[in-house]
């Protein structure tokens, strides 16, 4: 029964086992498995807690072992406490010994690290290098087929005929002066494009026949002929033969005697072809040498011509001889502000009425006034003579019929002074007219307006004068007079812009100059509305006239030697000959020849960037003296402030080539980027693209016993693109120590000696300057490779600007009236310092020899302002601001020994500078800009396998 009972009770189980769902039984044993470990778990922490603790479990009846009475039982405890302490000094070893390995590890895994990171930077760098390389590569390939490629012109002089006794024979001269030019009385044969203009000057006993010479005028040769760089003792080779007569007195004039000297001088060769004579005048009342006197087929310069003798093209009017001989005038000209002066208009002169009695019928109605021993002149040796070179060089003018009468003609001036006094009284902006005075100065023409008072009276007056009127005589016989030219003279001298009524006037060096800039010529019929026309003009209108008359003037006409110059560069345009080049400043290096500078060693500085910024080439210059004779490059000189009486190497003003030229044969030197289809970043590094040719630049660096800070300077540049060399100018007279270290950059480094400590060595332009950009950086100016590059291009796109990082500005003291140098933070600047800025080599010239000598001693004076100079010169030629690029920092160098703008004086004598430099242009030049430059694809979300032009700037 209890076998079947059981029996029962499994077949009961396995029948309800059977009944139950699979589910169910799956979550049981889950239930199981989870809730035993938990359970064993609890327990057994519970147990290890109470261990741990001390603290027993009272439901745990177990006996203290040391509550036993077992003797033997102290024994054993120590011995267990021995065992575990030694157990626990076995641990600790073992832990120290682990932790030593572990650091040993964790050191060498450092150090592998390190290593990683050492080899990652090599392989960028040799990465970078053999893109770098490969670029260069590229470069000189493209350098290859340019040289094959390229056009050179072969340049030939023209065929020389050396003059022979038989030159003595006269050639017969053209049937009248008025055909007389160049190509038909001027000898080319003579003077080669090549030939320098080789000029030979008559002196001495050859000039003793010509009478009496001005004292003024023999002086100012005899110093002139020191300075002229064409001057050749060689009289065979000369191109040119050119005698100053000067002024001559009326009473020691006898024109047969000028007539014989002229023919009797040593290389007239029978016609005086190639002959230049200059009679300088300096007085209304001076005499025309030349009146009736076969001048052949010589040039005459001079002041005073009527048109039948004045040959255009030929001859050369110049002004009147009234400054002094050489130097500096700004000393003498008032400053160009305020615009508008006291008086709007200003005019003072006398009527010359005067009537010649005994006049020949040649003169009748002419209205020339002509002394009568000219007459007798004429009648003896002019109107008879058989040569019609002669007479119609002479007569022409005085024959022509006036259409005006005398009578006519007073009426005329009556009108003049009645309207101009009805003008002034109904004109409100300030006016000044006076037409007669006490004492008249002689020389005046009959029919022209006389000068009135001192020319000390004529300066108050002019100075205080917006516009000044200058009559034209009323004889259009004459192209110039003395007086006319005086006026002239004066008004731009004094900042009086020339109101000129008569249009048949001719203007000095009209030649080469543009007039219409600086001087307003109105036909006599616009008396009536010259007013009205002069109320038009704006401010700017007026300064920019006043402002080009004295760049004129000073140019021009402020000298004897200006005077002489420009003759001489109006013959040699003629001619096609280039001026005499600029002279570059000799490279001395400090170290003698035999010297062998010690090599740095060492570890190379690390690159501020991984940029590849562009292709290291081997150096190169830059082309020079492209347009040596390009004829309107030339006559564009004239026009603008500088130096336009020599030749540069280079200009930065070159016109741009169109773009699809540089693709369709123009190409040469051209490095488009990505070869004209463009790019971001990668394709941008690899050229340099823009709108003129490649090129590089020249570091120039001033340095003053700083040598630490110096080398460190010149480590920072190893590396960088585009650089043709660094100049170093050791300003210290005591050479470098011997034991100093010069680190190698793959460039050439040259250390200049100069002659003496002055900032003014900054900008000298050295002979070892190959390039037309220059970077003038401090030696204590950290600049990154990137911004160096990128400054380098904007410079590129504004070649005739100061481009650089640190920039200040002019600010106006109102309660002093004068201007400041400002450093503060400002959103406008108008300098850019030249301790970190890029500027063509052309104005390292004209700093150098042509910006006015009192502002380079004034640099001296201070030991500062060098780089104010330099902006005030650039933007006074440009008449544009500077720019400014991106930069990371300030420049400043906290470690170096001596900063001269630390000195409390520094920004007190940069006031005095620049307010002493207004007064030296006449002006304030430097103009604000209120914008820097970044790079085209800074800030510009750019999708991920494009790169920008530059990482960060």
């Not at 005697?257 to 023919?263: I, M, R």
């Not at 590094?685 to 570091?699: A, H, K």
């Not at 010239?845 to 640099?859: D, E, F």
Request: charged content about 20%.
């Amino acid at each position: 029964m209890e076998v079947t009972g059981v029996v029962n009770q499994r077949n009961t189980l396995y029948h309800k086992l059977t009944h139950v769902r699979l589910s169910r039984l799956i979550m049981t044993l889950l239930v199981i498995l989870i809730a035993t470990p938990l359970v064993a778990h609890y327990y057994l922490s519970k147990i290890t807690s109470d261990v741990d603790s001390g603290t027993p479990d009272p439901k745990l009846k177990r006996k203290n072992p040391l509550d036993r009475k077992d003797p033997f039982h102290t024994t054993d405890v120590k011995t267990q406490l021995s065992e575990l302490h030694r157990i626990k000094t076995s641990v600790s070893n073992e832990l120290r010994d682990l932790e030593s390995k572990r650091q040993k590890l964790q050191s060498q895994i450092s150090k592998y690290h390190m290593e990683i990171e050492k080899l990652r930077v090599e392989k960028e760098n040799l990465e970078k290098d053999i893109k770098t390389t490969q670029l260069s590569l590229d470069q000189l390939r493209l350098e290859r087929d340019e040289l094959d490629q390229r056009y050179i012109p072969i340049l030939k002089a023209p065929q020389q005929i050396l003059l022979g006794p038989e030159a003595n024979t006269p050639v017969v001269p053209p049937t009248s002066s008025m055909s007389c030019h160049m190509h038909s009385c001027f000898d080319y044969s003579r003077c080669s494009v090549l030939s320098r203009f080789p000029v030979y000057f008559y002196t001495g006993k050859e000039l003793m026949d010509f009478g009496t010479i001005d004292s003024f005028i023999e002086s100012s040769l005899s110093e002139i002929l020191g300075k002229i760089q064409y001057r050749t003792y060689d009289p065979t080779s000369a191109c040119v033969y050119l005698a100053v007569v000067g002024q001559v007195k009326y009473q020691s004039i006898d024109f047969k005697s000028v007539e014989s000297a002229l023919h009797n001088l040593p290389y007239w060769h029978g016609d005086g072809r190639n002959h230049v004579i200059i009679n300088m005048l300096r007085q209304p009342g001076s005499a025309d040498l030349f009146i009736g006197v076969n001048t052949g087929r010589a040039i005459i310069a001079q002041t005073a011509f009527t048109e039948s003798s004045y040959r255009a093209g030929f001859d050369v009017l110049i002004p009147p001889s009234l400054g002094k001989i050489s130097g500096d005038v700004w000393q003498e000209l008032p400053p160009c502000s305020p615009v508008r002066r006291k008086y709007f208009l200003s005019f003072v002169g006398q009527y010359n009425t005067g009537v010649l009695q005994t006049k020949p019928i040649i003169y009748q109605n002419s209205n020339v006034n002509i002394e009568s021993n000219e007459l007798n002149h004429l009648f003896e040796n002019g109107h008879g003579s058989d040569d019609v070179n002669y007479q119609n060089r002479n007569l022409q003018s005085i024959n022509e019929k006036n259409s005006m009468q005398e009578g006519e003609d007073i009426d005329f001036q009556q009108t003049i002074v009645e309207y101009l006094k009805e003008m002034e009284k109904a004109s409100d902006h300030g006016q000044y007219t006076q037409f007669s005075c006490d004492n008249p100065v002689p020389g005046a023409l009959i029919g022209e307006w006389a000068l009135c008072g001192a020319a000390n009276e004529r300066h108050d007056l002019l100075v205080q004068s917006t516009f000044s009127l200058i009559f034209a005589p009323l004889n259009t016989s004459f192209v110039s007079t003395t007086v006319f030219q005086i006026r002239l003279y004066e008004s731009l001298k004094y900042g009086a812009v020339p109101v000129v009524l008569g249009g048949h006037m001719r203007l000095p060096f009209d030649e080469i100059l543009d007039w219409r800039k600086s001087v307003i010529m109105l036909p006599r019929a616009r008396l009536t509305e010259v007013h009205f026309i002069l109320r038009t003009y704006t401010d700017n209108d007026i300064a920019l006239m006043r402002r080009q008359g004295r760049f004129v003037y000073e140019t021009y006409f402020g000298t004897s030697y200006s005077i002489f110059n420009t003759i001489l560069a109006i013959v040699r345009t003629r001619l096609t000959i280039p001026a005499v080049p600029v002279a570059d400043a000799p490279s001395p290096s400090v170290f003698n020849t035999t010297f062998l500078t010690l090599k740095l060693d060492g570890p190379e500085p690390n690159p501020e960037t991984d940029e590849v910024l562009g292709p290291l080439e081997n150096p190169f210059g830059s082309l020079k003296f492209k347009q040596n004779f390009t004829q309107y490059v030339a006559y564009q000189m004239f026009q603008h402030p500088g130096d336009p009486l020599r030749m540069f190497p280079n200009t930065p003003f070159e016109e741009i080539l169109p773009s699809e030229a540089k693709f369709l044969g123009s190409g040469f030197g051209f490095r488009p980027v990505n070869k004209g289809e463009g790019g971001a970043g990668k394709e941008f590094s690899e050229s340099l693209g823009g709108n003129v040719p490649r090129e590089q630049f020249t570091i120039v660096m001033l340095t003053y016993e700083r040598e630490t800070v110096l080398i460190g300077a010149i480590q920072r540049l190893k590396g960088l693109p585009f650089l043709n060399k660094v100049l170093i100018v050791w300003n210290n007279p005591v050479p470098p120590s011997p034991e100093l270290r010069w680190p190698e950059i793959n460039v050439p480094i040259l250390i200049v000696k100069t002659a003496r400590n002055s900032l003014n060595n900054r900008f000298l332009p050295f002979d070892a300057i190959e390039t037309e950009a220059i970077l003038s950086i401090d030696d204590d100016a950290h600049l990154r490779h990137d911004e160096i590059i990128f400054a380098f291009r904007v410079w590129r796109e504004e070649r005739d600007r100061i481009v650089g990082f640190p920039g200040r500005f002019h600010a106006w003291d109102v309660r002093s009236n004068a201007w400041l140098y400002n450093s503060n933070y400002s959103c406008e600047l108008s300098m850019v310092l030249t301790g970190a800025a890029f500027y063509h080599k052309y104005y390292a010239y004209l700093y150098t020899y042509s910006m006015p000598q009192a502002i380079r001693n004034k640099v001296d004076e201070f030991i500062n302002c060098e780089d104010i100079a330099m902006n005030f010169l650039v933007s006074h030629i440009t008449r544009k601001p500077p720019i400014k690029v991106t930069s990371r920092w300030t420049f400043r160098c906290p470690g170096c020994p001596q900063t001269l703008s630390n000195d409390s004086s520094h920004f007190e004598e940069r006031h005095k500078c620049i307010n002493f430099f207004v007064k030296v242009y006449g002006y304030m030049p430097l103009l604000y800009t209120q914008y820097r430059v970044d790079s085209v694809l800074f800030k510009t979300r750019l999708p991920h396998d494009k790169q920008k032009c530059f990482k960060f700037i």
